[in-house]
């Protein structure tokens, strides 16, 4: 989960200052600064918060937060973009634009970042200070696919702003998570119909993953070659009744390629699946030597510490970006409460209300409106099969 880096400022009334732009205001705020060098406390909001809001950004940023006493070392005060009604929260403090350089963080290599200007040049750039003590829960503040405002000092220069994020690829342990790549706009999993055989258990799983990542996913069965596509035809059908669209793929004979190319354009994708897939083949087919670029990329990532996920955007030649980050391959992202699981299929949602136990988890309970919507085929088994392994990998603490 993604918790705001303004999530620790605190408004004291404010009134507007001067218009920065049209659709922000200036205001002052106070800032609680942390000690520098102090270990963030285990919060317990984090879970809460989730709990509650998911990956709703703007439920997340009120500065509600328990803090344990002795945390905040000194306040101070700082100019804030407020947004207006409905707009998006901006992250930490405003900066002047026209001395600043927008740009997309590519990687994150210890303390600085390689950003690719919007003027189209790689800049490397540390992190301003003050952003960094406004740093709450998140290991960084600064990750892969972030917006960010910099200011030029020399080559080189220092990241002033991050932008709010959507589409969070988050990697984390019970309660604590880590963004390994911000601002997704969709996952592409990729699934093999034979060599190795189809899992579709593990595409809902896939699925589950980006539901909770609010990611858009596609589906792509590849190796097409293999096989005669009339007998995926229902398994494509099941999933465009989820509004999932699923295509037909292969980096062998072209099948897909085109459409895929056309997916990928101008967004920034993930690419997921399984090793042997045909992730690398894919890639290649899209644009050559695409994989060998990724996969040097993941490569070096994972030299030295085998826990660092750092994941990196590759540029397309159509636009956008792919990453093929090596936490989301290894499915290593699934770990969800129990509680969570129900919320990740979404064609429960309007049988759950009508469960007699408000807190039915559709597996033993007696008059359960999920079972008798499996039952009478209005959710697919397939599904309920998935929606179970999900719930006994699941961590018991709802
Ligand atoms: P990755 O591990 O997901 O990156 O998979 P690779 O791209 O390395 O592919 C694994 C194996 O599957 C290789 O031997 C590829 O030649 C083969 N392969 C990949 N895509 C296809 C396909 O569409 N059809 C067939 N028949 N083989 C494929
Ligand atoms: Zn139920």
Same mark, same amino acid.
């Given at each position: ?16 200052? /001067? ?6 205001? *200036? ?22 918060? &989730? *709990?509650?809001?998911? &990956? ?10 328990? +803090?344990?006493?002795? @945390?905040?070392?000194? +306040?101070?005060?700082?100019?804030? @973009? ?73 080559? =080189?220069?220092?990241?002033? +702003?991050?932008?709010? /994020? ?9 309660? /604590? ?7 997704? @706009? ?92 045909? *992730? ?43 990453? =093929? ?8 992202? &699934? ?64």
């Amino acid at each position: 989960m993604f918790v705001p880096l303004h999530g620790i400022l605190r408004s004291k009334g404010g009134a507007t200052a /001067r218009e920065s732009g049209p659709h922000m205001a *200036k205001k002052k705020v106070r800032v609680d600064m942390r000690k520098n060098r102090s270990q963030p406390p285990r919060d317990r909001s984090w879970t809460a918060e &989730f *709990k509650d809001h998911g &990956f709703d950004e703007k439920a997340t940023t009120h500065d509600e937060r328990v +803090r344990t006493k002795g @945390d905040l070392s000194r +306040r101070r005060t700082v100019m804030q @973009d407020e947004p207006e009604a409905g707009g998006s929260t901006a992250a930490g403090p405003s900066i002047d634009t026209d001395q600043c350089l927008r740009g997309r963080v590519l990687k994150v290599q210890g303390l600085h970042s390689m950003i690719e200007g919007d003027d189209g040049n790689v800049y490397r750039c540390g992190v301003r200070r003050l952003l960094k003590t406004l740093a709450t829960d998140e290991r960084h503040v600064v990750a892969t696919g972030d917006v960010v405002w910099f200011r030029l000092s020399g080559t =080189d220069g220092l990241i002033e +702003r991050v932008e709010p /994020r959507h589409g969070v690829l988050t990697r984390g342990s019970r309660g /604590r998570e880590h963004v390994l790549v911000a601002n997704v @706009d969709q996952v592409v999993i990729v699934v093999s119909l034979m060599q190795p055989d189809l899992k579709p258990h593990l595409i809902d799983r896939y699925l589950a993953i980006a539901q909770r990542g609010k990611l858009k996913p596609i589906v792509c069965l590849n190796k097409a070659d293999l096989i005669d596509p009339v007998l995926v035809q229902p398994l494509i059908g099941a999933y465009c009744q989820l509004g999932v669209t699923a295509l037909l793929t292969s980096a062998i004979d072209g099948i897909g390629i085109e459409r895929l190319r056309s997916i990928l354009a101008g967004r920034a994708t993930v690419i997921s699946g399984q090793s042997g897939v045909g *992730k690398s083949s894919l890639l290649n087919a899209i644009q050559s030597d695409l994989a060998l670029r990724v996969r040097s990329v993941s490569e070096n990532n994972n030299k030295g510490r085998h826990t660092t996920t750092t994941a990196e955007l590759i540029k397309l030649d159509t636009g956008g970006w792919v990453v =093929d980050t090596p936490g989301v391959r290894q499915l290593e992202l &699934f770990d969800v409460a129990a509680g969570e699981v129900e919320g990740l299929f979404p064609e429960f949602h309007p049988y759950v209300a009508l469960c007699a136990f408000p807190d039915c988890t559709h597996t033993h309970e007696e008059k359960c409106a999920v079972k008798r919507a499996i039952a009478r085929r209005l959710i697919s088994a397939r599904r309920y099969t998935s929606y179970l392994g999900l719930l006994d990998g699941a961590g018991s603490s709802s």
